[in-house]
């Protein structure tokens, strides 16, 4: 379903107020701004026509054959120069809620969704949002207006932590290609699916650029380093015992060999792909993947 902005409560504007800060402080839009191309799209990903080079326009996009052909300079034209929407799919998996350290996975995720569409308002970019949770979804249809942007953070701030025992398995994927824009931008937010990806999944990819970010917590990364600890499962919803020994360790390797694997079934370009762990700066990382997918579109467009 389609939602207006809701209004945003006291949590949500603190959350906002503090990733506008760290944007304001960090000078993001003097880093990320710069040149005419967007951090999100680099030199564009489909050519789509040839047009007559004009001053200022960048030398590597010319194409010579043509130039040579009719006596004047000509350029490419890509798909992704045209308008571009960033649409941030945050799969909301009940699974999130854990957390080893100080912070949930939930929460570091839900900034890196906020920060990537305020940056996509400073690189002028329209942006939208999905909401999936187990009980339904909301979304948000993609504005430039700034003000519309932060109410759509605000509601995804707002909104509390799905039931960490669904009645059934969360299942997100199929609402997005429902909804996703015609040449969107795709950034998926969410745990590492479960299942591997469907035949139309590489369909899907063909027909809008997809990025996936997932959170990491330290104890998925190298397991528990005490001798023994209880943690609270909240999907089993109940208490268990880990105790780092070496089957447990072998066990740990094999579970995240698999979890791996499955991961760069659906995101087989490492380029797509983001991992931030839960004891990371968000922004720092996001930043830094954004700038590098950037710079590796120019070389391979050169």
């Known amino acids: 379903m389609t939602a207006r902005p809701p209004v945003i409560d006291p949590r949500a504007q603190t959350a906002l107020r503090r990733l506008e800060w760290q944007l304001r402080r960090r000078s993001v839009q003097t880093l990320l701004a710069g040149g005419y191309r967007s951090v999100f799209r680099g030199r564009g990903m489909e050519f789509d026509q040839v047009v007559r080079y004009e001053f200022g326009d960048d030398i590597r996009d010319v194409d010579w054959n043509v130039t040579a052909r009719l006596g004047d300079l000509y350029r490419k034209v890509f798909v992704e120069e045209?308008?571009?929407?960033?649409?941030?799919?945050?799969?909301?998996?009940?699974?999130?809620?854990?957390?080893?350290?100080?912070?949930?996975?939930?929460?570091?995720?839900?900034?890196?969704?906020?920060?990537?569409?305020?940056?996509?308002?400073?690189?002028?970019?329209?942006?939208?949002?999905?909401?999936?949770?187990?009980?339904?979804?909301?979304?948000?249809?993609?504005?430039?207006?700034?003000?519309?942007?932060?109410?759509?953070?605000?509601?995804?701030?707002?909104?509390?932590?799905?039931?960490?025992?669904?009645?059934?398995?969360?299942?997100?994927?199929?609402?997005?290609?429902?909804?996703?824009?015609?040449?969107?931008?795709?950034?998926?937010?969410?745990?590492?699916?479960?299942?591997?990806?469907?035949?139309?999944?590489?369909?899907?990819?063909?027909?809008?650029?997809?990025?996936?970010?997932?959170?990491?917590?330290?104890?998925?990364?190298?397991?528990?380093?005490?001798?023994?600890?209880?943690?609270?499962?909240?999907?089993?919803?109940?208490?268990?015992?880990?105790?780092?020994?070496?089957?447990?360790?072998?066990?740990?390797?094999?579970?995240r060999a698999e979890r791996e694997a499955r991961w760069a079934a659906w995101w087989p370009n490492p380029a797509d792909r983001l991992v931030v762990g839960a004891d990371e700066d968000p922004l720092t990382a996001l930043v830094g993947f954004l700038r590098a997918r950037s710079a590796g579109a120019l070389r391979d467009a050169s």
């Open 82 to 255: 045209r308008e571009l929407t960033v649409y941030a799919v945050v799969s909301d998996d009940p699974a999130l809620q854990f957390g080893s350290g100080a912070v949930s996975k939930r929460e570091v995720l839900l900034q890196l969704a906020a920060l990537t569409l305020m940056l996509a308002v400073v690189n002028r970019e329209r942006a939208g949002l999905l909401h999936v949770t187990p009980h339904g979804s909301t979304a948000f249809p993609p504005t430039r207006r700034r003000a519309r942007i932060l109410s759509a953070i605000a509601g995804l701030f707002a909104a509390p932590p799905p039931d960490p025992a669904p009645p059934q398995p969360f299942v997100p994927w199929p609402l997005i290609a429902q909804q996703a824009p015609q040449g969107a931008l795709m950034v998926w937010f969410g745990e590492v699916p479960a299942t591997p990806p469907p035949p139309e999944w590489a369909a899907f990819r063909r027909r809008h650029p997809v990025i996936g970010v997932r959170v990491e917590d330290p104890w998925e990364r190298t397991g528990p380093t005490l001798a023994g600890v209880t943690a609270y499962d909240p999907a089993a919803g109940q208490l268990v015992w880990l105790q780092a020994s070496a089957a447990s360790r072998t066990a740990h390797a094999a579970w």
